[in-house]
């Protein structure tokens, strides 16, 4: 059966249908191109302190010397690299790609039982972690391959008294820098020093080299890296600027990178497509601290930002937001979880720019849907499947189903994964032998193309554009002796869109909720701690003894 493609009916003035994904060989080649055309534009700034496309170009180059000249590195080994969002971060990321290596993204709020599986699983073999975070890597160093272990303070790419200033008020008066000890620990500053001592050779990167291992929580609990190309990337980064090309002027946008850009959200959209339109990223190391975040927007003319519901919600709410200069405001994109029609109609009348929605998956690196760019107002709709992208809805045998009706979202296009490291068996079981990703996101689509979610085939829980996977959550509440059974399950959240919440049949009846929350605390990242959590007599659950999560949800929801 042929795919009707009614979205390209809809597509905006100048939108080709089709990408050229061959226009570029890599993600570096894309790079290349943006510092030879920008070199003297500013490409990053975090603290105060901005760095030129020329900078980035010089420091990157140092970083990929060092790994391959000092750490002798070869083709495909894998760097992870833990870190918020500061100058580190584009200068690491860029120079492991230069050296024809892969980036391991990982979350620095990790457990130590979270990184432990990522660094064994991704057989990284060097990472670069800011100071903050060490004392984690510390505790999982002699469970994996790492060879080289590369540090840094936040304040060390600021000038003199700054930088110094900032690492001590960090460490000495915030104390969030726990101490740690790693033998043989290099200082970022001074592996660019080494690099600087090296010539770069010049890589050939083919376009099915593994650019990024991006991990996703896996319906077994297990995070599972993401296997994305150069193809992939570059693809992902041709689709979107061919969709909000027409909108941005080439080398003067001024983007608010407040997601981290270990998220494959941030890291397309901000890190890779404002690059390549010579952008100039205003990254915010934590966005969590809202009054500082509106005082850094007041300081600056931004022309773009991206941003989860919460975020944009949580500065709507922020005292002095209204007062911001949005008079250069033109692009506003809402990603990584639904966008709430209230959240969007208050952007719209406190910004005067609209609150776009785009969806995407860490498998589709990410952008697959996308709205119009000149949305008059709030949709509902995730948008319309991108140039060379296809999207159809599929019943659980596998036909396609006709407009209007309710079925799984898939996606075929350049930009899906290769599959996932090492996991043949759970690729297969999410693309299927036609090409298509199946999202486990039941949605429906309309006559013009437009494409709504309706609800989640998954247990996956999403809290604040973060994947919580339930088994993950119950394998970590099941280590306690005083607990017979666990289930966990999404519940509606105003701030989070939703929350997790844990259903408990106890095997020691003193269990309070207290020592739930304690215990799932010392394993679990923030986002993923239970909120909620209910003691009961027993578990509902199928004739073969499987737990109805569902039906869990629906009598929390009711």
Avoid at 154 to 172: E, Q, S, T
Avoid at 327 to 352: F, I, P, Y
Avoid at 460 to 486: H, T, W
Wanted: charged share 20%; with cysteine.
């Amino acid at each position: 059966m042929s795919l009707e493609r009614p979205w390209l009916d809809q597509y905006p003035a100048g939108v080709p249908a089709q990408i050229d994904v061959d226009e570029y060989p890599s993600v570096v080649s894309v790079l290349e191109n943006a510092i030879e055309k920008y070199r003297d534009r500013p490409a990053f700034t975090n603290l105060g302190k901005t760095l030129t496309y020329a900078e980035i170009d010089r420091l990157s180059a140092q970083f990929a010397a060092y790994l391959l000249g000092e750490l002798k590195l070869k083709k495909g080994d894998r760097v992870a690299v833990m870190m918020p969002n500061c100058l580190q971060y584009p200068i690491a990321t860029f120079g492991v790609l230069r050296a024809g290596l892969t980036v391991v993204n990982t979350n620095p709020m990790y457990t130590p039982r979270e990184l432990r599986h990522q660094l064994v699983d991704s057989g990284a073999t060097a990472i670069l972690v800011l100071d903050n975070f060490g004392q984690t890597v510390q505790q999982v160093l002699a469970d994996t391959k790492i060879r080289q272990v590369i540090t840094t303070g936040l304040g060390d790419m600021l000038a003199f008294p700054k930088g110094k200033i900032v690492n001590f008020v960090l460490k000495h008066v915030k104390k969030m820098v726990p101490e740690y000890s790693i033998p043989g620990a290099v200082r970022f500053s001074d592996a660019l020093a080494r690099g600087a001592r090296h010539t770069l050779p010049k890589i050939d990167i083919s376009a099915d080299e593994i650019a990024f291992l991006q991990y996703t929580g896996g319906t077994t609990g297990v995070a599972k890296g993401a296997m994305l190309t150069h193809r992939n990337l570059v693809a992902n980064m041709q689709q979107a600027s061919a969709w909000i090309g027409k909108n941005v002027r080439y080398g003067e946008e001024l983007i608010v990178t407040a997601l981290p850009l270990y998220h494959i959200f941030a890291l397309t959209a901000n890190g890779l497509v404002f690059m390549k339109f010579g952008g100039h990223n205003y990254m915010i190391t934590n966005p969590r601290d809202m009054p500082n975040f509106v005082k850094e927007l007041s300081k600056i003319k931004f022309t773009a930002i991206t941003g989860v519901n919460t975020l944009f919600n949580g500065l709507l709410n922020t005292p002095g937001f209204d007062k911001i200069d949005f008079s250069s405001l033109h692009l506003t994109l809402g990603g990584g979880m639904a966008v709430q029609r209230s959240v969007a109609d208050r952007w719209k009348q406190a910004t005067g720019c609209t609150l776009i929605e785009a969806y995407g998956l860490t498998e589709t690196s990410p952008a697959a849907c996308i709205n119009p760019m000149d949305l008059p107002d709030y949709n509902g709709a995730i948008g319309l499947p991108i140039p060379s992208t296809d999207a159809c809805i599929k019943d659980d045998d596998g036909n396609v189903l006709p407009q209007g009706e309710i079925g799984e979202l898939c996606i075929r296009g350049p930009q899906v994964m290769k599959g996932y490291w090492q996991r043949p068996q759970d690729t297969a079981d999410v693309i299927d032998s036609d090409g298509w990703l199946h999202t486990g996101d039941m949605a429906r689509m309309d006559e013009k193309g437009y494409f709504f979610i309706v609800d989640r085939k998954k247990d996956m829980i999403l809290v604040s554009g973060f994947n919580v996977y339930p088994n993950e959550v119950e394998d970590v509440i099941a280590m306690m002796p005083g607990v017979l059974e666990v289930a966990a399950v999404g519940v509606p959240d105003d701030k989070s869109g939703e929350a997790v919440k844990v259903v408990i049949v106890r095997k020691d009846p003193s269990l309070t909720e207290e020592q739930v929350k304690a215990h799932a605390k010392e394993h679990l990242t923030n986002y993923k701690l239970p909120r909620v959590v209910e003691f009961r007599k027993e578990l509902p659950k199928t004739n073969v003894g499987k737990i109805l999560r569902r039906e869990l949800r629906d009598t929390t929801a009711a």
